[in-house]
């Protein structure tokens, strides 16, 4: 894995967990940490006598930037760090250091600027245009399996999730939700039919078995175990990720986290999930 680890920080406690989380992700990369910060805009009629307002926001901007690093080093003393901050809006900045970047991490909440990542047009923006997968840092940094949402065959999300178990030495879940059908209408289907439901989920296992197939000779050491589960994939996903340390999810290009996890769905894992969560657009260039 190569390319910069970039986070997005805005003096929020939240933000110095995501600046955490991706110090030690860039140490395992061993690649360098880019903490980044969109300083506020003035508006445009505000009162700003000898340029104290924007005087003020720098060097508060600074501030922030240099306790991250105090952060960041204590994960790491040799890891190398760079610092930036500019005028900006967070959107067009983070979107722009995506570009080179091979993650970029930002927190939960927090102050404001990068507060709220996956929410809205933000969400779209960065997930859709992005040029790198996003992690949402939520809950406890510890080491539990990694878990991924499998939908369809798609090598981004497979190849970050296979990737993230094998650096972390821990077992990785591949789970597949479907939502159950009423009672009455698995033993109409039973009665009628022939169809059971217990035979379409070991069929459903054997084809997630398969797909998988692959990357368990790719990642002989990844101790690999498959989840075929009823209900929402939110419920399920989340469910899973009790306990995990990583949960990985894939979404397309027109709307936030589309595919396996769709509008609501996402933003309950994004809200809910007990462990960071790493957005890997489907289709999209691996890094």
């Known amino acids: 894995m190569t390319g910069l680890v970039v986070v997005g920080i805005d003096g929020s406690a939240a933000a110095l967990d995501a600046v955490r989380w991706a110090a030690a992700e860039a140490r395992g990369r061993a690649v360098p940490l880019r903490v980044v910060h969109a300083e506020l805009r003035l508006p445009a009629d505000a009162p700003d006598l000898e340029g104290r307002a924007r005087k003020a926001l720098h060097a508060q901007a600074w501030q922030w930037?240099?306790?991250a690093a105090d952060v960041a080093r204590a994960v790491d003393p040799d890891l190398p760090v760079n610092l930036h901050v500019e005028v900006a809006d967070p959107v067009p900045l983070l979107l722009a250091e995506s570009v080179d970047a091979a993650l970029v991490v930002v927190g939960s909440r927090g102050l404001g600027g990068f507060t709220a990542l996956l929410l809205g047009s933000t969400a779209?923006?960065?997930?859709?245009?992005?040029?790198?997968?996003?992690?949402?840092?939520?809950?406890e940094q510890r080491d539990g399996p990694v878990v991924v949402g499998v939908h369809d065959d798609d090598p981004a999300v497979l190849s970050h999730a296979f990737e993230q178990a094998a650096a972390r030495g821990v077992p990785l879940i591949a789970v597949r939700a479907s939502h159950t059908p009423s009672g009455a209408f698995t033993d109409a289907l039973a009665?009628?039919?022939?169809?059971h439901v217990e035979d379409h989920d070991a069929a459903r296992g054997g084809r997630l078995a398969a797909l998988l197939a692959p990357w368990r000779t790719k990642y002989p050491d990844v101790h690999l175990d498959l989840a075929i589960a009823h209900g929402s994939p939110a419920?399920?996903?989340?469910?899973?990720?009790?306990?995990?340390?990583?949960?990985?999810?894939g979404c397309h290009g027109r709307s936030p986290l589309t595919g396996y996890v769709l509008g609501s769905t996402g933003h309950a894992l994004i809200h809910h999930a007990p462990c960071p969560v790493l957005v890997v657009r489907e289709g999209g260039e691996d890094r």
């Open 65 to 67: 930037l240099h306790q």
């Open 124 to 139: 779209i923006a960065l997930t859709s245009r992005g040029g790198c997968p996003v992690v949402v840092v939520r809950g």
């Open 191 to 195: 009665e009628t039919l022939g169809i």
């Open 235 to 249: 419920r399920v996903l989340l469910e899973h990720a009790e306990g995990a340390s990583l949960l990985v999810v």
